[in-house]
């Protein structure tokens, strides 16, 4: 559908609207000051911000909206694997659902101060040479005071399946140097940049200082962003999801991505919310898993 079908169908005049950027049909949603926007390729949340609030979400100033072309920030939603694709090269990093059209299917406003979207995708949407089986995938998001998000994957193949998600969330910050990330401590990850060593977090607020890319297992349901400069802490509560991951490209890989570019990676932490590697989920036939998530933003 295009927008204009979008807004004949799901449109709320000044609360629900529905526009293009790059060919793709986005709802921008208001509502008491409250501000976002989705693009309905990927079901990509690209902006949140409540009330008086500086954007709490990331998108990259260089971000390509295009056909078949993931955003450079927001929430791109990865499923059914993470990273690579274990045994298969070939396969596209992050799976296949986060450029894929998904179809909206109802919005709801009855709450006050909230709009919330549910959007589903099935293999009648999308599908990969690497993942042969039946599927659906519903993803509701409220936007709100807070940002809460749902994804429930139903598995209709028959059999039992395993697949990784994640939630990969690009969080706005003042600046890479001045923030950190609380809530982790304790835990065993996966230090991508380090050989994939296993390794334990120690207590202290994680600060970055260089190219960062970690796959957290067994993670607690609370994670913070401890942003000293704009006063602020991100918090993302979880619930359905083990594993936190943590990226930031820094500079020369940053540099090296057309769609992120030399500056603008010091103002975004990735802290995803999903179940990677060994909390890869096993679902029987006719199952179903959710993955949920709350962000808010709390005064620091
Ligand atoms: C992170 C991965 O989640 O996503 C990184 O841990 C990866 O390894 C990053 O580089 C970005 O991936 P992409 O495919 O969006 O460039």
């Not at 971000?63 to 499923?79: K, S, Y």
């Not at 694709?85 to 986060?98: C, L, S, T, Y």
């Not at 994670?223 to 993302?236: C, G």
Request: glycine share 10%; proline share 5%.
């Amino acid at each position: 559908m295009n927008a204009q079908q979008l807004s004949a169908e799901f449109g709320v005049k000044g609360v629900v609207e529905f526009s293009e950027q790059g060919g793709l049909a986005k709802a921008v949603v208001s509502r008491d000051g409250m501000h976002g926007e989705l693009f309905l390729q990927g079901a990509t949340v690209t902006a949140w911000a409540p009330a008086g609030a500086r954007p709490v979400i990331f998108t990259s100033p260089k971000a390509v909206f295009a056909p078949g072309t993931a955003v450079r920030g927001g929430i791109p939603i990865i499923f059914p694997w993470f990273g690579p694709k274990q045994d298969e090269p070939k396969a596209p990093q992050h799976g296949f659902v986060r450029a894929a059209p998904w179809k909206l299917e109802s919005v709801e406003t009855s709450r006050p101060g909230e709009v919330t979207l549910r959007l589903g995708i099935s293999e009648a949407e999308a599908t990969s040479p690497f993942w042969p089986d039946a599927y659906r995938a519903t993803y509701t998001v409220t936007f709100g005071k807070a940002l809460s998000i749902e994804l429930a994957v139903q598995n209709r193949a028959g059999h039992e399946i395993r697949f990784e998600e994640a939630l990969h969330t690009y969080f706005a910050i003042s600046d890479i140097a001045k923030a950190s990330v609380t809530g982790l401590s304790g835990t065993t990850f996966i230090d991508k940049v380090d050989g994939f060593q296993r390794k334990t977090q120690d207590g202290a607020p994680i600060k970055l200082s260089g190219e960062t890319d970690r796959v957290y297992l067994s993670t607690p349901g609370r994670a913070v962003i401890e942003d000293a400069e704009w006063r602020r802490r991100i918090v993302v509560e979880k619930d359905g999801a083990a594993s936190s991951i943590v990226w930031n490209p820094w500079t020369e890989k940053a540099a090296a991505m057309k769609d992120l570019g030399a500056e603008a990676w010091r103002g975004m932490i990735c802290v995803e919310t999903g179940n990677a590697a060994d909390n890869a989920v096993r679902l029987a036939a006719g199952g179903e898993h959710r993955m949920t998530t709350r962000i808010s933003v709390d005064a620091a």
